[in-house]
Nanobody, 120 residues
Framework: VELMESGGGAVEAGGSLSLSCISP??????MAWFRQGPGQERKEVAT???????TYADSVKGRFTISRDYAKKTLLLEMTNMQPEDTGTYYC?????????????????WGQGTQVTVSS
């Protein structure tokens, strides 16, 4: 199974970006977005289970929305009111679990990452 992210880029604070992740098996897996800022550990942004249950990091609640498009086999992340602290490399990941864990070591398949930069 391969994951491929797209949609990263540069935006000013308060702006919006959308990320996509294509996977052949989005129906069968727990999926998530993680991000890694400069000099920081990789951390959860949002997760979504096969049944559509979502979780979000406190820092993005109310601003980011994770969703799955089963027809297009795509995981999406809509990001609004972005802030400089949202800057980092965003990764799509899959885990073979019914409940989506918030830690990266629980995920066994990763994309290559896409860079997001938010300027103040």
């Amino acid at each position: 199974v391969e994951l491929m992210e797209s949609g990263g880029g540069a935006v000013e604070a308060g702006g919006s970006l959308s990320l996509s992740c294509i996977s052949p098996n989005t129906r069968a897996y727990c999926m998530a977005w993680f991000r890694q800022g400069p000099g920081q550990e990789r951390k959860e942004v949002a997760t979504i289970s096969r049944l559509g249950t979502t979780t979000y990091a406190d820092s993005v609640k109310g601003r980011f929305t994770i969703s799955r498009d089963y027809a297009k086999k795509t995981l999406l992340l809509e990001m609004t009111n972005m802030q400089p602290e949202d800057t980092g490399t965003y990764y799509c990941a899959q885990a073979q679990r019914r409940v989506c864990p918030p830690t990266p070591d629980a995920y066994d398949t990763w994309g290559q990452g896409t860079q997001v930069t938010v300027s103040s």
